[in-house]
């Protein structure tokens, strides 16, 4: 048996437009109601982080053994390993007292991996602590701004800096 084809009424969903104030409020209204309808792209497996040379993801990219994502925040200099498929390895983190000296300890943490190359990683959710300071690629997600809306984030720390859809690389601080 075969439906018949009937065109959808355009009029069907149309708001009646009183004022530009209450057609704006019902249009945001109804798009709240059908926005958990769409889908979301949730947190991916491997979080792409854009090099961007002279900026606060200027140390990061590949050697030998896998990628690298290097910083230095506060009193700490470090440099996160991971494997060549984004998995987390582990962290050598150094306090250093004089922050003057911060650049120096992370150059010299950075020496001693074979093969570097600064350019674009991609990696995956990781927690460490150290000193009472969190360090990590942790998953924020969740209604943040307290509007009733999702948003799918993840922060790295202690950088402060957030990746979000569309999972671009680029961050927000």
């Given at each position: 048996m075969t439906r018949p084809f009937h065109p959808p009424d355009?009029?069907?969903?149309?708001?009646?437009?009183?004022?530009?104030?209450?057609?704006?409020?019902?249009?945001?209204?109804?798009?709240?109601?059908?926005?958990?309808?769409?889908?979301?792209?949730?947190?991916?497996?491997?979080?792409?982080?854009?090099?961007?040379?002279?900026?606060?993801?200027?140390?990061?990219g590949s050697y030998d053994d896998g990628l690298f994502l290097a910083s230095a925040w506060d009193h700490h200099a470090y440099v996160h390993l991971f494997d060549h498929d984004g998995a987390y390895r582990r962290s050598t983190i150094r306090r250093v007292e004089d922050r003057s000296a911060l650049d120096e300890t992370l150059d010299g943490l950075l020496a001693g991996l074979p093969g570097k190359s600064y350019g674009d990683i991609a990696v995956q959710l990781f927690q460490t602590h150290q000193d009472g300071v969190i360090f990590g690629l942790i998953d924020e997600s969740g209604d943040r701004a307290r509007d009733g809306r999702h948003v799918d984030w993840v922060e790295l720390y202690p950088d402060r800096l957030g990746f979000h859809e569309p999972w671009d690389g680029l961050y927000d601080t």
């Open positions: 355009p009029n069907r969903d149309r708001l009646p437009e009183t004022s530009l104030t209450s057609s704006v409020s019902a249009r945001d209204s109804r798009a709240a109601k059908l926005a958990r309808y769409v889908d979301r792209v949730p947190v991916p497996r491997l979080i792409p982080i854009a090099h961007e040379p002279d900026y606060r993801t200027d140390r990061i």
